[in-house]
């Protein structure tokens, strides 16, 4: 290295946040931990470097209470006269001795050796997880054109930086005895680690020539070697900008990407526990007399022409769920395509525009998959991936208790098929003066989605979500979206400032995505009603404003949701297994009206 360093800069922060929430019959708490250090200076006048740090931990601690077993609450529910004693029916059997029967019309509630064997033992235990991570990175910037080094058309140096990062990530989790008695969870510790060695490089070609007042063109290169990838991972760009006149700008990049999974995924895996079916669901479709799925849909989960129409649904139609799939997440890799356009005209003061159009495609994705998606797609396609994630058990059914090897459905993240992303973003704003009295200003940002989907690695399995709800689509995908600000303020100069704001929020509609004709979706339930089948657009008005009393004191309101407009409202669990809330509190503004008061006070 040539030069001495002329000057640095040291930045070291501590950060640390507790949280604890109890909700139903579970008692977790979240404690964060974070420091950060670095520093940076100068190389001569061409060179600059920075080198920082980062540890931060997470531990989280979930202890359950008073927890009742699913599984045995459907046992205690068989109940049989014994010589005029009501007894189990697994007791009469021996399958279960110590089950004891279950009263639920009894107006003195529940016995106590009721609730004894209906509970968990040490009411389901105690869950402890701890997160580790490590990041150093050293970087160097230079501009070449301190030596002279550029394009002979430009009048602006080339610009390049190089630099290394140190990834180092650590997981464990210690289940106590009741916990893993309860729900089948193991102890398991995971650690893995990263180092990425990187460059870039950004060419002003020509400058300042008719029609070409700026062009230039830019690269970068990322090599990633990942514990336990056989071998390192590429990552590269190249992008380029045009700005033919002073108040237009055309940009475009091209982007590969390589991502392994993260420690949490890798965890989520390793780390197996048990549960139930969400309930509403299908239960079984090969249980029954009269199954819902085919002889040869049932076939290739394991069923066999004797089983096929005698085999026991499981309780309460909650079959057992294995969380954590078998076998790991292999890396996922992206390419990216955008453009876009800067529009700044100056004969238009004030205003400036943009619009990109972007292309996302993700090839061996990693994404996470419910049991209730492998449980659907292999009733609605029959396809061999997702209906050997269903194990059952010799005489069929896919119902155990927890640990067991066999009766289950597979839960957890895996690499599946291909995911797409398409659409555009468009933003613009405006800022003028209004005599000398008030300025005005307005901002519009808005997304136009094209398509999210891909498919399953299988033929015939594209999907496209965009503008649906339901099972495939969670939450809903949103065709079009935007955010439109007005907003009237008065001068800077003014002695009293005062601003008033409006934004107008909208949200297009939706379907649910039973409706789109796609058999990956399943088909559409008759015991909905037609109300419940679209979720119609949404707009809402905010209000804000805030008003300078004095030099000491500034007042300020803001009033979400002005005009009330409620949120739509959809079943729930009927039309998405996993959802526990009958709207999209992310999305709509599920409590209304809301408003907010506050004052600033300077001393």
């Known amino acids: 290295m040539c030069g001495t360093a002329a000057g640095t800069a040291t930045n070291v922060r501590t950060d640390v946040r507790y949280r604890f929430t109890d909700a139903q019959s579970t008692l977790s708490s979240n404690e964060i931990y974070r420091a950060v250090a670095g520093f940076r200076g100068d190389l001569g006048s061409a060179w600059h470097y920075d080198v920082g740090g980062v540890y931060s931990t997470t531990l989280y601690r979930q202890q359950q209470l008073g927890r009742i077993d699913p599984a045995k609450v459907a046992t205690a529910l068989q109940v ?24 639920i019309f009894s107006t003195n509630g529940l016995s106590a050796a009721a609730v004894d064997y209906l509970s968990f033992a040490q009411g389901g235990g105690v869950f402890r997880e701890r997160y580790e991570q490590w990041v150093g ?37 210690r289940p106590d005895a009741a916990y893993q008695a309860a729900f089948g969870s193991t ?48 990552t590269y760009k190249i992008d380029g900008s045009w700005r033919p006149i002073e108040d237009l700008l055309f940009r475009a990049s091209y982007n590969k990407a390589t991502r392994a999974p993260s420690i949490y995924e890798l965890s989520s895996n390793a780390n197996a526990s048990y549960g139930v ?25 394991g069923v066999t022409a004797a089983q096929y129409g005698a085999i026991q649904q499981c309780p309460d139609f909650l079959c057992t769920v294995r969380n954590g799939s078998e076998g790991l997440v292999t890396p996922e890799v992206a390419h990216t395509y955008t453009y876009g356009l800067v529009l700044t005209p100056r004969m238009l ?14 090839q061996n994705g990693i994404g ?95 999907f496209n979500v965009v503008g649906l709800f339901g099972p495939y689509a969670g939450q ?31 949200n297009s509609g939706l379907k649910n995505s039973r409706l789109d004709g796609n058999p990956i ?27 300078t009393v004095s030099r000491a004191l500034t007042l300020r309101l803001v009033v979400n949701n002005v005009l009330k407009r409620a949120a739509p409202v959809r079943p729930s669990p009927p039309l998405e297994a996993a959802e526990r809330v009958n709207t999209s509190p992310s999305v709509y503004d599920a409590l209304g009206r809301s408003i907010n008061i506050g004052a600033t006070l300077d001393f």
């Not at 230079?142 to 610009?159: A, Q, V």
């Not at 003061?349 to 993700?362: H, K, L, M, N, V």
Request: with cysteine; aromatic share 12%.
């Open 349 to 362: 003061r004030g205003f400036s525009a943009t619009a990109d159009y972007c292309s996302i495609e993700i």
């Open 277 to 301: 079916l969400d309930t509403n669901t299908l239960g079984d479709p090969c249980a029954g007399t009269s199954p819902v799925a085919s002889r040869e849909v049932c076939a290739s989960t």
């Open 137 to 173: 990175n050293a970087n160097v910037t230079g501009d070449l054109g301190e030596y002279g080094i550029r394009s002979p058309f430009s009048t602006k140096g080339i610009n390049i930086a190089v630099g290394g990062e140190y990834r180092s990530s650590g997981y464990r989790s």
């Open 521 to 547: 979706f399943g088909e559409d339930d008759p015991n909905v009603p037609d109300a419940y089948k679209y979720l119609p657009a949404y707009d809402v008005f905010d209000l804000s404003g805030s008003f």
């Open 80 to 103: 049989v006269d014994v010589n005029g004693t009501p007894t189990c029916a697994a007791v009469v059997s021996g399958s279960d001795p110590s089950c004891v029967p279950l009263d």
């Open 368 to 462: 996470y998959y419910r049991a209730i998606d492998f449980l659907q797609t292999c009733a609605n396609t029959g396809y061999d991936f997702f209906c050997g994630q269903l194990k059952r058990n010799a005489d069929g059914t896919l119902f155990s208790n927890a640990g067991a090897t066999t009766g289950y459905i597979n839960q957890g993240y895996s690499n599946l098929g291909r995911t797409n992303a398409r659409g555009f973003n468009f933003s613009a704003n405006y800022d003028t003066r209004m005599g000398n009295w008030a300025r005005f200003s307005t901002s519009y940002v808005a997304t136009l989605q094209t398509a999210k989907g891909g498919d399953l690695g299988l033929p015939d399995t594209d």
């Open 476 to 506: 809903g995908y949103r065709r079009y979206q935007h955010n439109f600000r007005f907003t009237l303020s008065s001068p800077e100069a003014a002695q009293t400032q005062a601003l008033v704001s409006v934004n107008w929020r909208h």
């Open 187 to 234: 102890p398991s510790t995971l650690s893995n680690n990263a180092v990425d060695l990187y460059g870039e490089v950004n060419v002003p070609l020509v400058s300042d020539r008719p029609l070409i007042r700026d062009l230039s063109i830019g690269a970068a290169i990322r090599g990633s070697k990942y514990s336990g990838v056989e071998r390192v991972r590429s």
